[in-house]
């Protein structure tokens, strides 16, 4: 088997550098030819993928978090709505939603490594979008409102860890705004005062939010997470259960499924796909059933 390995040394603030050759070991004992390709910052993966022809190899690995994981689902070609290519995951970043959601733990990088050789797969669902400027696949969320001024905030503040987005949240409460929401959901529009919306391929955001405790990472859906109109007191009493999921129950929330998904706001809000801060609404959102083959 031949694999190619886009290797994030700064994940995990560094703890991925340090296990280097420790992971280099693991993939010679299991398998035959592992080239490794070091990412200099962000984009990088991405841009050495779309570079690169990856008709030799079996799978491309992201060794990082989940950035590390965006960057090489846009970098894969993808043919009918298909990667063309296996993706496997070495957890080791500071945010491994979607590891979590193929049942690996950070320190996990070990049994990840024998997933990977043992060469069994199953196919994913992933999220499309598209704005007027932008169009990227994801595989775990898509925010807007204040989940994404949440982690514009908290990306300054990487080094603190999940800790960082409890401090995005406090600060993000003192500039807390409501904006007008139109949102159409498999041909069914809602327009309401909103807070936050949030598309969740997997359950987990930034690996300990349970943002979207029904979702399936194989069902053909994407989950629609709306929170609408709020005062700081109750968002304050609200957000701790998101840890649990136990939001889902409050009146301000609003839980949906969908296939397609058409979203306006009255200012162009930013948006967080996969934790990275990209593009603005409006946009157009696709569920891509089965689109992509993961170690696993």
């Known amino acids: 088997m031949n694999l190619l390995v886009i290797f994030n040394p700064n994940a995990g603030h560094g703890r991925a550098q340090k296990l280097l050759p420790q992971i280099k070991e693991e993939f ?3 398998v035959h030819n592992t080239e490794f390709k070091f990412t ?3 984009g990088h993966g991405m841009q050495m993928l779309r570079e690169m022809d990856l008709t030799n190899y079996d799978g491309v690995i992201a060794a990082g978090g989940d950035g590390t994981v965006f960057e090489v689902i846009n970098g894969l070609r ?3 709505n298909r990667a063309q290519t296996r993706l496997g995951v070495l957890p080791m970043g500071t945010g491994n939603a979607f590891a979590r959601e193929i049942e690996l733990k950070t320190s996990d990088w070990e049994k990840a490594v024998e997933i990977i050789a043992g060469n069994r797969t199953r196919k994913v669902d992933a999220g499309y979008f598209k704005t007027q400027n932008e169009a990227c696949y994801f595989l775990n969320i898509l925010g807007l409102g204040f989940v994404a001024d949440v982690g514009k905030s908290a990306a ?3 080094f603190f860890g999940d800790t960082a987005y409890v401090f995005g949240v406090l600060y993000q409460l003192a500039f807390l705004q409501k904006y007008r929401l139109t949102i159409e959901i498999d041909g069914e529009k809602i327009d309401q ?10 359950r987990y955001t930034g690996t300990t939010f349970l943002m979207a ?3 399936k990472i194989d069902d053909g859906k994407l989950d629609v ?3 609408g109109k709020i005062n700081r007191r109750r968002i304050l009493k609200l957000l701790p259960t998101i840890f649990t999921g136990e939001h889902i129950n409050y009146p301000e929330v609003t839980t949906m499924q969908a296939k ?6 009255d200012i162009p809000k930013l948006l967080t796909p996969d934790g990275e801060l990209l593009g603005y609404t409006p946009l157009e959102i696709t569920c891509l059933p089965q689109a992509v083959e993961v170690f696993w």
């Open 28 to 30: 010679a004992k299991y």
């Open 193 to 202: 005062e909103n807070v936050f919306v949030e598309v969740s391929n997997t």
């Open 225 to 227: 997470t709306l929170l």
């Open 78 to 80: 993808f043919e009918n």
């Open 213 to 215: 405790p029904r979702a």
């Open 156 to 158: 300054k503040l990487k």
């Open 260 to 265: 397609h998904i058409k979203i306006a706001t």
């Open 40 to 42: 200099e910052g962000p």
